[in-house]
Nanobody, 115 residues
């Protein structure tokens, strides 16, 4: 069982930055994939960024060059640094993690980009 707790969401103006954190209740070194999805009102959930099992980071085309995913294994935490935020980035961002057999989700954190 892995519990994921997100933090760092909020309201920011266009062009601003936020950093999301996702803390896992156990070691993330044996987790297969870990990353972030987001879902905006009326839209499908989409993958934002993730670490694959091989440690490779993947990004949605819409966030490449603006968002950076990173990890701190010692803290069992991943981060999503979001820069140059746009109103279209407004969504609930959810952290997830997968093992060989199960998928785990955090409770989600709201990110709102508005002037």
């Amino acid at each position: 069982q892995v519990q994921l707790v997100e933090s760092g969401g909020g309201l920011v103006q266009p062009g601003g930055s936020l950093r999301l954190s996702c803390a896992a209740s156990s070691s993330i070194t044996r987790i297969y994939t870990m990353g972030w999805y987001r879902q905006a009102p009326g839209k499908q959930r989409e993958l934002v960024a993730e670490f694959t099992r091989g440690g490779i980071s993947n990004y949605a085309d819409s966030v490449k060059g603006r968002f950076t995913i990173s990890r701190d294994n010692a803290k069992n935490t991943i981060y999503l640094q979001m820069n140059s935020l746009e109103p279209e980035d407004t969504a609930v961002y959810s952290c997830y993690a997968t093992t060989a057999t199960l998928a785990y989700w955090g409770q989600g954190t709201q990110v709102t980009i508005s002037s």
